[in-house]
């Protein structure tokens, strides 16, 4: 059974694709975060060490604006993700399902027409 067998729509496979190209070491996680976060972050103390009201506004809705927008993206993408794990989940019990009544499991790869 190949990958087009799970059933994959198209929105499925873009998104997969997408995610295969990603190369997402702890290095890259840590300035994606600590690019917008540390600015707020020192500005917001500069603010209350300066009692500067204004600047300290302006970092909490920094950081709202930014949790806010990474939330978003979150939820955006859940739905496709949780598809595609269902389907996966499901071809993987399919398998066992095979293995069990002692028929060779499906053997992933292209499928032929």
């Known amino acids: ?3 087009s067998d799970l059933g994959l729509t198209a929105e499925e496979r873009a998104y997969l694709a997408r995610a295969a190209l990603v190369r997402t070491t702890r290095r890259s996680v840590i300035g994606f975060y600590a690019g917008p976060v540390v600015p ?7 603010g209350m060490l300066a009692s500067e009201d204004a600047a ?3 970092a909490f809705l920094g950081l709202a604006f930014f ?8 939820v955006a ?4 993700a ?8 499901a071809y993987e ?5 095979a293995q069990a ?3 060779e499991p499906p053997v992933p790869g292209p499928r032929l027409r």
Request: include cysteine; glycine fraction near 12%; charged fraction near 20%.
């Open 1 to 3: 059974m190949g990958m």
């Open 40 to 46: 707020a972050i020192g500005f917001g103390l500069y």
């Open 56 to 58: 300290v506004g302006i």
């Open 67 to 74: 949790s806010l927008w990474r939330v978003a993206h979150e």
């Open 77 to 80: 993408h859940a739905r496709v």
């Open 82 to 89: 949780e598809s595609i794990w269902t389907k996966v989940e």
């Open 93 to 97: 019990r399919r398998c066992e399902s």
């Open 101 to 103: 009544q002692g028929a």
